[in-house]
């Protein structure tokens, strides 16, 4: 499922939509592109007083495998990037796996997936 989009730049906005079972679309949060600081993706539990900038508790992230410190939303070179920081069930784009601790390009209609928790990056 590759939609080709237009790569987000670090002055735009975006929002991550969970996709459901019934493949809908809910969204989980809306936010301006990372400028000097990037947006950790991943979870709380009550073991860890850590919050993720992006927290994805709510969604049943553990149950998904989702881990506390999954992913990093970042600028590198005033484009939106996601960074896997060497989760152990890894982070996809439209399917594929990234590399962990590489920055990889993010375009607005992208399926950014997490462990088993999948999500669309829109406007």
């Keep these: 499922m590759c939609m080709f989009g237009q790569i987000i730049k670090t002055n735009q906005r975006l929002t991550l939509h969970q996709i459901t079972q019934d493949d809908t679309h809910q969204v989980i949060i809306s936010l301006s592109a990372p400028d000097i600081e990037g947006y950790i993706i991943g979870r709380s539990d009550q073991s860890s007083t850590y919050i993720p900038d992006i927290d994805l508790s709510p969604y049943e992230a553990k149950k998904r495998g989702v881990s506390r410190r999954h992913a990093v939303l970042l600028n590198y070179n005033n484009v939106v990037h996601v960074m896997d920081l060497d989760s152990m069930n890894g982070t996809?784009?439209?399917?594929?796996?990234?590399?962990?601790?590489?920055?990889?390009?993010?375009?607005?209609?992208?399926?950014?997936?997490?462990?088993?928790?999948?999500?669309?990056?829109?406007?």
């Design 92 to 123: 996809f784009i439209n399917g594929t796996r990234v590399i962990p601790n590489e920055p990889h390009a993010l375009r607005y209609g992208d399926k950014l997936t997490v462990a088993d928790f999948d999500m669309i990056i829109s406007e």
